[in-house]
């Protein structure tokens, strides 16, 4: 006796990817949480210090909060609209999948839909800002780049807001739009990947130069590897979000239903790159942090010499040295008082009344 659905093959497959990205999207948060809680504690104790980095430490502490708490609420939406498309409204025509496409536009789902976009532009944001930091430490003002990235940026923003219009109307999703033959959802991502990858080979190319004018400099090969290492090109350059996008994006536009998985799974995604470049950034790692703390070493290594902890301790004992070894010249020829323990070889010096006195 067979207890599956009396549903065809490609229903119960849609099912298996909307299930399958709620899973995902779990495992996302978790990770989102783990990061907060880092970015957290590091940039709590920054902003007890009022340096030069007191205003960005309070700025990146406000923006991970605002980030965890639109993670939190996407991760809660897409919840509670997973329930209620596979238990509550499990004998719905179709099945979970078709339940979760036409229901797409009701109020829990809303809740997913306005946290997915508004993270989407901070993190968009705070990439495009992060591109246009790493050019202009290069020396030159990157207005081709501002201009280009700004254009991109706002033409997502754009996107973003019919995109949400489109599935808060009734009976609209992603994949429809009810009333209308035009689906914003195709030009909303597509603005957004081309934007992140735009971003991400901008960044990457910029490193690569870095590393190339910068190898054989006086910070040296290893200070280098600090921004041109694998782990540190994909973290700086939001190679994930990019990543994320394409995964998405891709089956979406061949209208697979493996799109399904990877539409959620995108909602923490999209908040795991920049927790990331901002960890690096309260641990002193990042771009931004490096940059200042390279620039006072450069000028340091040019107006004076230096020495390693060994060096500079054995030219400490060398002048010590010589200052005894000067003493005990003067207190050899002070008088015939001298008198020297030739096996511990310590001077001693005969006192005068004043000693005395």
């Not at 009396?6 to 779990?26: F, N, P, R």
């Not at 990157?142 to 990235?149: E, G, Q, Y």
Request: proline residues 4%.
């Amino acid at each position: 006796m067979s207890y599956t659905p009396d549903e065809s093959s490609a229903q119960l497959y849609a099912e298996k990817t909307w299930l399958a990205g709620s899973i995902m999207t779990g495992v996302g948060y978790g990770v989102v949480l783990a990061l907060f809680w880092l970015c957290l504690q590091l940039l709590w104790r920054r902003t007890r210090v009022k340096d030069a980095d007191y205003a960005r430490n309070c700025f990146f502490l406000i923006y991970v909060c605002v980030m965890f708490t639109l993670g939190s609420l996407f991760m809660g939406s897409i919840s509670q609209f997973t329930q209620l498309a596979f238990i509550n409204d499990r004998n719905f025509p179709g099945g979970p999948s078709a339940w979760e496409v036409d229901m797409f536009s009701i109020n829990v789902d809303e809740i997913s839909n306005v946290s997915f976009v508004l993270a989407d532009w901070c993190a968009t944001a705070l990439m495009v800002w992060r591109c246009v930091i790493i050019y202009r430490d290069c020396g030159s003002c990157p207005w081709p780049i501002i201009m280009m990235l700004g254009i991109m940026f706002l033409g997502s923003v754009v996107f973003g807001i019919l995109f949400l219009y489109q599935i808060s109307s009734p009976l609209s999703s992603p994949y429809s739009a009810a009333g209308t033959n035009v689906n914003f959802t195709l030009p909303y991502f597509f603005f957004e990947l081309a934007t992140n990858i735009t971003v991400t080979i901008l960044i990457v190319l910029r490193l690569y130069l870095y590393r190339v004018h910068n190898k054989q400099a006086l910070l040296g090969p290893g200070h280098v590897a600090e921004h041109t290492s694998v782990e540190s090109v994909i973290v700086e350059s939001a190679a994930i979000y990019s990543t994320f996008s394409l995964l998405f994006l891709i089956p979406f536009a061949t209208k697979s239903p493996v799109a399904n998985v990877f539409m959620q799974v995108l909602g923490e995604a999209q908040l795991i790159a920049p927790l990331l470049i901002i960890f690096r950034e309260a641990q002193g790692n990042g771009w931004i942090s490096s940059a200042v703390s390279s620039t006072s070493s450069s000028k340091t290594a040019v107006q004076s010499p230096q020495y390693s902890d060994i060096e500079f301790t054995s030219q400490h004992m060398r002048n010590e040295g010589l200052k005894s070894t000067d003493y005990r010249d003067v207190s050899m020829t002070a008088g015939e008082d001298s008198n020297i323990d030739n096996d511990d070889n310590v001077v001693e010096v005969p006192r005068t009344e004043e000693d005395h006195i």
